[in-house]
């Protein structure tokens, strides 16, 4: 019986990586553009990491945000310099919803550049919950390089 169980939890834990090495990737996200955004990050990486899972892989995935990428994570964007852009105001649900997922069923982590966002004005108040920020992309970017992940340029 105990060996069942073990079997189940080894299974269903998502933190055994089934004798074959767990790929990590962080990501230096920059893009504005929405196309590139919704293509390369909520569909790519959900394609990406699911691929991995079907071979019995795990892939770790840590998304640094900074230059002109804000714009996606922020809940309220009446008061930001994104307000008028209409075609993210369309899809600002979607595309928080999508990010969610990426979250909760993929694992991927969110930080955002702290000293970015007071430059423009953005509020770190008004990032998503599942967004940490952090003190510069640099730092990020470094710190998870040396944690073994590799490097990624998204722009």
Known sequence: MKIIITIFL????G????GQEIHKVVIDLRTGDIKKFEAGILKGLSTVIQGYRDKLEDMKVVVVAHGNSYRFFLKDLSKTPYKNDKELLKKHKELKERLETLVKFYGVRFEICEAGMKARGLDIKNLYPFVKPIPT???G??????KGYSYMIFE
């Open 10 to 13: 080894i299974l269903f834990s």
């Open 15 to 18: 933190t055994y990586s089934f």
């Open 137 to 139: 992309a640099l730092n």
């Open 141 to 146: 970017i470094v710190e998870w390089q040396e």
